[in-house]
């Protein structure tokens, strides 16, 4: 079992910058692919990025590509995500997620959650 904890959301304007982190205990943090989703109201949790287990391999969804970096530090046991060149429609509350295998596979579900840290982002 993981337990996933996500930190520095808040409120900014747009065209600004805001970072993430999430800390992760309770299981080998090096040993899986990490992720990012997010949710606005009214709307389906979406995928944001993610992060293979060495680091190396990362994806985005198209919608903050170019915007987005997520990176991971596994001596630290935290995945983090920082977010620049910020738009209204990224407000959401975003979740920190873990998945059951090293590397990650498009459309797979993670198997681990953070309770999410809300980004309010200011036109």
């Known amino acids: 079992q993981v337990q996933l904890v996500e930190s520095g959301g808040g409120l900014v304007q747009a065209g600004g910058s805001l970072g993430l982190s999430c800390a992760a205990s309770?299981?080998?943090?090096?040993?899986?692919?990490m992720g990012w989703f997010r949710q606005a109201p009214g709307k389906e949790r979406e995928f944001v990025a993610a992060?293979?287990?060495?680091?190396?391999?990362?994806y985005y969804a198209d919608s903050v590509k170019g915007r987005f970096t997520i990176s991971r530090d596994n001596a630290k046991n935290t995945v983090y995500l920082q977010m620049n060149s910020l738009k209204p429609e990224d407000t959401a509350l975003y979740y920190c997620?873990?998945?059951?295998?090293?590397?990650?596979?498009?459309?797979?579900?993670?198997?681990?959650w953070g309770q999410g840290t809300q980004v309010t982002v200011s036109s």
């Open positions: 309770g299981r080998t943090f090096s040993s899986y692919a």
């Open positions: 992060i293979s287990r060495s680091g190396i391999a990362t």
């Open positions: 997620a873990a998945y059951p295998t090293s590397i990650y596979v498009t459309d797979s579900s993670p198997n681990a």
